[in-house]
C-alpha cells in the first residue's frame, strides 16, 4: 500500500510564496513520476507540474516562471515552490505518484491566496 501525505498549504496574500511537499511510503516503484495537480471551485482539476525520477520537469503554462517542482528520492518527497501567488492559483493541491499500472492521490491541501 502506498499513502502520500501533503503538508505546506494556507492562506497568503497575492504576490507571496508557498512550499507544498508530499511525502510517499510504501511499496514504491523505481521509476515513478510525481507531480502536482490542483482542483478550484467550479472548475475541473489541472496539471500543475511533474518530474520524473531523472528530474525531467513539465509545467502548466499559467504556472512557468512562478512555481518550482523538485524532489529527493531518497526520501520519496516532492515539493513544490509556489511564488508570485495570485488569487487565480486558489485551489486544493493534490499530490500524485504514478508508475504503469499504478496512480496513486493525496488528500489534497488547501491553498488559497486572498487579501
Known amino acids: 500500500q502506498v499513502q502520500l501525505v501533503e503538508s505546506g498549504g494556507g492562506l497568503v496574500q497575492p504576490g507571496g510564496s508557498l512550499r507544498l511537499s508530499c511525502a510517499a511510503s510504501?511499496?514504491?516503484?523505481?521509476?515513478?513520476?510525481m507531480g502536482w495537480y490542483r482542483q478550484a471551485p467550479g472548475k475541473q482539476r489541472e496539471l500543475v507540474a511533474r518530474?520524473?525520477?531523472?528530474?525531467?520537469?513539465h509545467y502548466a503554462d499559467s504556472v512557468k516562471g512562478r512555481f518550482t517542482i523538485s524532489r529527493d528520492n531518497a526520501k520519496n518527497t516532492v515539493y513544490l515552490q509556489m511564488t508570485a501567488l495570485e488569487p487565480e492559483d486558489t485551489a486544493v493541491y493534490y499530490c500524485?505518484?504514478?508508475?504503469?499500472?499504478?496512480?496513486?492521490w493525496g488528500q489534497g491541501t488547501q491553498v488559497t491566496v486572498s487579501s
Open positions: 500524485t505518484l504514478r508508475w504503469p499500472g499504478y496512480d496513486y
Open positions: 510504501g511499496n514504491i516503484f523505481s521509476d515513478n513520476l
Open positions: 518530474i520524473t525520477i531523472g528530474g525531467i520537469t
